[in-house]
């Protein structure tokens, strides 16, 4: 069965740079969230996107932002990257017309801020 | 507002002994609580999850919980521990379908040979 994909998986960047992370969620999953997971730390809610519209907002620093496409895929932007902001960075989808209770994740984007 | 507990960091069990790792939740309504299991580098496995009805569920690998009210408990339990088992697991609650996961901190499963 098809995956959420995530692309990178490990990406590399410097202090004040910026990054873009893409989440490509389940075959006809219409609602995308983003977590960020600190080492050794449980994962944090950032954002969600439902039918392409901001649905809740977590604990998302104002440096990033998030959308949403036409084809359900996301993608999560952070500008003036901090050494704070290394960490895994989990994307998950559900359906809201199947068990939309249950969030699928995919296998995270590590991030390393130098 | 929900929140999850894991009491326990750290468990050790040896192979074949049962596993037993604790989860506490707080809701004002009632939850929809989920276990997932995270191996070293990777994303997080769905292992089970109770949304209504039967208050036992049965996962993936041989896992089970059981959603207690009175207890606000989850406990995921497993009969006899494979070594294939160890990894990091967490509970979470959520209030409703399309609601963010709250996420207990964690519990690193050690499977003694």
């Known amino acids: 069965a098809a995956g959420v994909i995530q692309s990178p998986r490990h990406l590399i960047k410097e202090k004040r740079e910026t990054a873009t992370l893409k989440c490509y969620p389940i075959?006809?999953?219409?609602?995308v969230y983003w977590y960020q997971q600190g080492p050794g730390q449980d994962p944090q809610f950032l954002i969600s996107f439902y039918e392409k519209m901001q649905s809740d907002k977590g604990s998302i620093p104002d440096r990033f932002s998030a959308q949403q496409f036409s084809d359900y895929h996301s993608e999560l932007n952070m500008s003036s990257l901090e050494l704070g902001d290394s960490a895994l960075y989990f994307c998950a989808s559900s359906s809201k017309t199947g068990p939309g209770e249950t969030q699928y994740f995919g296998p995270g984007t590590r991030l390393l801020v130098l | 507002a929900q929140s999850v507990t894991q009491l326990g960091s750290h468990v050790s069990v040896s192979e074949g002994a049962l596993v037993l790792l604790r989860c506490n939740y707080s809701s004002s309504v009632p939850p929809y609580l989920f276990w997932y299991v995270q191996y070293p580098n990777q994303g997080l496995q769905l292992l089970l999850k109770?949304?209504?009805?039967?208050?036992l569920v049965k996962g993936i690998n041989g896992f089970e919980a059981e959603f207690k009210k009175s207890e606000t408990s989850f406990h995921l339990t497993k009969p006899s521990a494979h070594m294939s088992d160890a990894a990091e697991y967490f509970c979470a609650v959520s209030d409703r379908p399309g609601n963010q996961f709250y996420f207990g901190t964690g519990t690193s499963l050690t499977v003694i040979p």
């Open positions: 075959p006809r999953h219409d609602t």
């Open positions: 109770y949304t209504t009805g039967a208050t």
